[in-house]
């Protein structure tokens, strides 16, 4: 079985400020750790994914993320925010077996003010 | 390269009738999911193919939700009769993936989904 926790459920952030969106997970298995953003009105798409090697990953539109095994963790970054990655986020989580379900967070609302 | 389509992008429809979805996945990619997001949720996995093969539908409710992918391209979910909690987004995805043995770090890619309003 797996899970994914995604701890904040709005973030509101000034525009050129730093963010973090944090996301722990638990499961039985190894897994693979995945970030999606989906904007209004529009289906969810592919951030960042961590499969293995360094724990730190970049991703598209500035954002990175650090895989920490030990806390069973997968917190994204931006070092400064724009207007426009005001959005939805979500963390999931894939088992490593074959089938490979996979499992999402409920999601942190992104708010960036001018 | 065209993206993953779904009709209708909204549907209205009152409780206990009946109701379908379409989707068509991105052009050779063998594996097609069905997920179902309710309002303040994650995406929850509720049926995955691997060409016309059912890979995993243990959270599909079977008593009232189906769906098909007879040729191995576009798929059809359908539910009869509706409920009121079947309101929600309904997304496709697809990946690449050829086979169930190949592994799962492949992406996914979405469509931009349909609202199901149930009244």
């Known amino acids: 079985a797996q899970s994914v926790t995604q701890l904040d459920s709005q973030v509101p952030v000034f525009e050129e400020a730093p963010v973090e969106l944090r996301c722990n997970y638990s499961?039985?298995?190894?897994?693979?750790l995945f970030w999606y953003v989906q904007y209004p009105n529009q289906g969810l798409q592919l951030l960042l994914k961590?499969?293995?090697?360094?724990?730190l990953v970049k991703g598209i539109n500035g954002f990175e993320a650090e895989f920490n095994k030990s806390q069973t963790s997968f917190h994204l970054r931006k070092p400064s925010v724009h207007i426009s990655d005001t959005a939805e986020y979500f963390c999931?989580?894939?088992?490593?077996?074959?089938?490979?379900?996979?499992?999402f967070g409920d999601g942190t609302t992104l708010t960036v003010k001018p | 390269e065209a993206g993953v389509a779904q009709s209708p992008r909204y549907k209205i429809i009152e409780k206990r009738q009946s109701v379908a979805f379409w989707c068509n996945p991105i052009?050779?990619?063998?594996?097609l999911y069905w997920y179902q997001q309710i309002l303040g949720q994650g995406p929850k996995l509720l049926i995955q193919?691997?060409?016309?093969?059912?890979?995993?539908d243990s959270q599909l409710p079977k008593d009232r939700f189906s769906a098909e992918r007879l040729k191995g391209v576009d798929s059809t979910l359908k539910i009869q009769p509706a409920k009121l909690e079947d309101s929600a987004v309904y997304l496709c995805?697809?990946?690449?993936?050829?086979?169930?043995?190949?592994?799962?770090?492949?992406?996914?890619?979405f469509g931009p989904g349909t609202r199901l309003t149930v009244l």
């Open positions: 995805a697809s990946s690449f993936r050829q086979s169930p043995l190949a592994g799962s770090t492949d992406t996914q890619y």
């Open positions: 193919f691997q060409n016309n093969g059912v890979v995993d």
């Open positions: 999931a989580v894939r088992g490593n077996t074959n089938a490979g379900k996979s499992t």
């Open positions: 499961s039985s298995v190894s897994v693979y």
């Open positions: 052009s050779g990619h063998a594996t």
């Open positions: 961590y499969l293995s090697g360094s724990t």
